[in-house]
């Protein structure tokens, strides 16, 4: 399946979305900051990459056209980042918070645009996966609908329908 919205950057409900492969330099290594800050790091799968790395992640997804990455802000505020990754009629989503953003409940507003997004593009199923000892966010995930898909020594694979 391919969505247009993919490869774009846009608005929705008061947010704009930039699309990781057109966001400037400066915007771009403030999310690198971010997404190895120790509170993001410990709880993602992998706890550290490197600026070159994140770099080559960047321009690989310019040629891929079912994974999206986008940095989510509102006004002048960084709010997280947000991934989608079709496969048919479901994709896998993901999401981190900016951690130097001290107010609660970003985590759940990120998690409903990325239903919502996945409504836009047809998508039927999110899918996720979650560390286990990352309690809050699966906290979070469970009171938005999600249930267990496979459970493993480390992780959880959840998932929930898309309601169109």
């Known amino acids: 399946m391919v ?3 993919l490869k774009k950057n846009f608005a929705l409900k008061g947010f704009t979305l930039i699309n990781f492969p ?3 330099p400066h915007l771009y290594l403030f999310v690198h900051r971010m997404r190895n800050h120790p509170s ?3 709880v993602s799968f992998r706890s550290y990459i490197p600026l070159k790395e994140h770099l080559l992640f960047k321009e690989r997804l310019r040629n ?3 994974t999206a990455y986008w940095v989510v802000k509102k006004e002048n505020t960084i ?4 991934s989608l ?6 994709a896998k989503a993901g999401l981190y918070k900016n951690p130097f953003l001290p107010q609660r409940g970003v985590g759940k507003k990120l998690l409903k645009l990325i239903g919502d997004i996945a409504r836009i593009c047809g998508v039927q199923e999110l899918e996720l996966e979650v560390k286990r000892d990352n309690r809050k966010a699966l906290n979070l995930y469970r009171r938005e609908g999600f249930k267990v898909r496979e459970d ?3 992780v959880l694979k959840l998932f929930k329908r898309v309601k169109g």
């Open 85 to 90: 990754q079709l496969s048919g009629k479901k």
């Open 152 to 154: 493993t020594p480390r």
């Open 64 to 66: 891929n056209d079912t």
């Open 40 to 42: 993001v790091a410990t």
């Open 3 to 5: 969505c247009a919205l």
């Open 79 to 82: 709010w997280g980042v947000i």
């Open 22 to 24: 057109q966001a400037p």
